[in-house]
Every structure is written in structure tokens, then in C-alpha cells.
């Protein structure tokens, strides 16, 4: 009966071993709430985007990401946009009105 509890001691991975393709994003809207998700290098930002605004109940269309300063476009991924761990996407409502 040992030998089964050593078994399943080899396929947990350390603590610092995390597999280099996955990436955790943060997405932050204008009130500093933040959403992290947990996504694989080549997802693309149409699949992170539509999540993020079906937690905040608001529709695609009416949300701008932004990254570095640069506008995300949704068919490229966090490789495309070359992202790294722990990264910042600003999402800002958009606004109708004004003069």
C-alpha cells in the first residue's frame, strides 16, 4: 500500500514549477476592480474579453481594452501582444455625449 501513496506524490508538480505557456491576467476596470484570469500564451483576446464582460454584465461593444497604450484588438493573443506573467489590461467603459 506504500508503493500507491508514492505514485501519487509524483505527479503533483513544485510549488515553483508552472508551465511556461500559461499566463494570469489581470483585467481592471475604471473602478479598480480586478478580474484575473488564468490563460494559455496563444488564447485569443476575443475568449478573455467576452468572459471578463459577462462578469461584469456589461456588453462587449461598450468596453475598451487597453494595453501598454495600445488598443487589444480580440483576434490576437497575449503572444501577439508579447504579455507576461502578471500583466495589466485596462478596460474603460465607453463614453457617448459630450459637446
Do not use: H, W, Y
Not at 510549488?15 to 494559455?40: C, H, R, T, W, Y
Not at 456588453?59 to 488598443?71: H, K, L, N, W, Y
Amino acid at each position: 500500500m506504500s508503493d500507491t501513496g508514492e505514485d501519487s506524490k509524483a505527479n503533483i508538480k513544485p510549488e515553483g514549477a508552472s508551465d511556461p505557456n500559461v499566463l494570469s491576467i489581470k483585467v481592471k476596470d475604471q473602478l479598480g476592480g480586478e478580474v484575473v484570469f488564468k490563460v494559455k500564451k496563444s488564447t485569443k483576446f476575443e475568449k478573455i474579453l467576452n468572459a471578463f464582460c459577462q462578469k461584469k454584465a456589461v456588453a462587449i461593444s461598450e468596453v475598451r481594452f487597453v494595453f501598454d497604450g495600445t488598443r487589444i484588438n480580440p483576434s490576437m493573443t497575449p503572444e501577439d501582444m508579447e504579455m507576461e506573467d502578471g500583466d495589466t489590461v485596462d478596460a474603460f467603459l465607453e463614453q457617448t455625449g459630450g459637446c
